[in-house]
């Protein structure tokens, strides 16, 4: 059935659902319908509270915010970015996604290191990442993001610091092996050494200084929602199967079969299941299945774990105008970014905090950074244990005994994440054969969701 009277069901009632039925019912298609696996919207996006404090316990940031993103412009129509974001100067800001951030940092041996003393590591792995960009996949001496890296640092490293002494060489490689270790959080990676350097390349980042939403990135799922249809989206209805190329009905339609049983007719599907999910259950979720090509790209998508750790403090252990913390292994100086005991060392993969924006309440909060199977073990740990853990890293670091945690909280992003598993590993780095996903030609099927577009990658991100 053709035009604005043709049945479309849109599975998956995250952002990219939300925004694809807004569109459609904006341009006067009168029959689309959302079937949504849990009791909520907005997937990933899901805020929260500490004590009395708003938190993104999902997606927190809006990466290059400007007029060429998307969500920014949604965000904006809705009123819900400060007065700073919205300034030209900001969304024409070309920061490659790693933003100036006012840093403070601390060894293990409870020191805080002078900023200006480790601005050489910082600057060194910045330049490392910008040159990222010029590899390519006709240059095989580097197998990975990783081992460019590493490699890169060590040839730099002899010409730039061959004038300090090797305490301080030792501990400049430290400090790259705690940015490098924030890296495998940007991209929820075990270690860097697991994405690939030429479809690393490909990641294009869009301008503008990273910017929140006030009062919390679920509102701007919440006001996209109120303006759909009455009754448009089911909630807690799951879906089994879906039966296209005319496998279930005599016309040209699709069949969506729920874990109910139930069968609902449609003439288009649009799946905006999370790209994780879609990995782990696509042998099951198609009938007939995917093509051989699309099936080999979905298998090779790069997904990982990476969590957040909220702290508070009743007073703060940082600089004024702090907005990162950087903790520094003194004994990591052959540049790692993974933990080999993970059982034992887990811990030392946290190895930066954000500052939290002050809020009316003027509690003091961190946000820590995990993430790989290190973050997965910690999600295995008691309470009581994990909060200890987290604790005696600061007092370590900051060489304070008497500093204590009044309220710390963990924030998962994938299998278990908000106890959902619909909501399956929804951080992505870019691997190899994924091209034949994208490229749909002139089938009959096609996927959506946030990740999955060319060259852009337009993220709402946990950092």
Not at 47 to 56: R, S
Not at 64 to 72: H, R
Not at 298 to 306: P, R, V
Not at 370 to 380: F, H, T, V
Request: charged share 25%; aromatic share 8%.
């Amino acid at each position: 059935m053709a035009g604005v009277d043709c049945q479309i069901l849109i599975i998956g009632c995250g952002i990219s659902g939300v925004t694809a039925a807004k569109t459609l019912t904006d341009a006067g298609f009168n029959k689309v319908r959302i079937l949504e696996a849990t009791n909520r919207s907005g997937g990933r996006l899901l805020t929260g509270t500490l004590g009395t404090d708003i938190i993104d316990l999902g997606a927190a940031f809006i990466h290059g915010p400007s007029e060429e993103n998307p969500v920014f412009r949604v965000a904006r129509h809705y009123w819900l970015l400060s007065p700073e974001a919205l300034t030209e100067e900001n969304q024409s800001a070309d920061v490659s996604e790693r933003p100036p951030m006012v840093s403070n940092w601390f060894s293990c041996s409870g020191q805080r290191l002078s900023a200006k003393d480790m601005r050489p590591a910082l600057i060194m792995y910045s330049q490392i990442m910008d040159d990222t960009s010029m590899c390519s996949s006709e240059e095989p001496q580097w197998t990975s993001v990783g081992h460019f890296m590493r490699s890169e640092a060590k040839r730099r490293a002899a010409e730039a610091w061959k004038d300090k002494d090797e305490a301080t060489r030792n501990l400049l490689f430290s400090a790259l092996s705690a940015l490098f270790k924030v890296e495998c959080c940007s991209n929820a990676s075990n270690s860097m050494d697991d994405i690939d350097l030429a479809g690393f390349c490909t990641y294009e980042n869009l301008k503008g200084l990273d910017c929140t939403i006030q009062g919390g990135f679920e509102l701007v799922i919440k006001n996209l929602v109120s303006e759909l249809p009455p009754g448009i989206v089911t909630y807690n209805r799951p879906v089994r199967c879906v039966h296209w190329n005319n496998t279930e009905s005599s016309g040209s339609g699709v069949t969506v079969e729920c874990e109910d049983g139930e069968r609902i007719a449609a003439d288009h599907v649009i799946l905006t299941v999370p790209l994780g999910y879609l990995q782990k259950h696509h042998s099951t979720l198609f009938h007939p299945p995917l093509p051989p090509p699309k099936v080999h790209s979905i298998q090779n998508l790069g997904f990982g774990t990476c969590n957040k750790v909220f702290v508070e403090f009743d007073v703060p252990w940082w600089g004024p105008n702090c907005e990162i913390i950087y903790l520094v292994w003194k004994d990591e100086e052959d540049i790692t970014d993974h933990v080999t005991d993970v059982k034992q060392r887990w811990i030392r993969k946290m190895s930066s905090f954000t500052v939290q924006e002050k809020s009316e309440s003027h509690a003091h909060i961190l946000c820590g950074w995990i993430a790989g199977r290190e973050a997965e073990y910690m999600e295995s740990l008691p309470e009581e244990e994990f909060k200890q853990s987290v604790t005696e890293l600061i007092q370590r670091f900051t060489g304070e005994s008497r500093i204590r945690t009044d309220k710390v909280l963990k924030a998962k992003s994938h299998v278990k994440n908000w106890k959902s598993p619909m909501s399956d590993v929804h951080f992505h780095h870019v691997r190899v054969f994924q091209e034949t996903l994208l490229s749909c030609q002139k089938e009959s099927y096609a996927l959506a969701g946030l990740v999955i577009r060319g060259r852009v990658v337009l993220t709402l991100t946990l950092q």
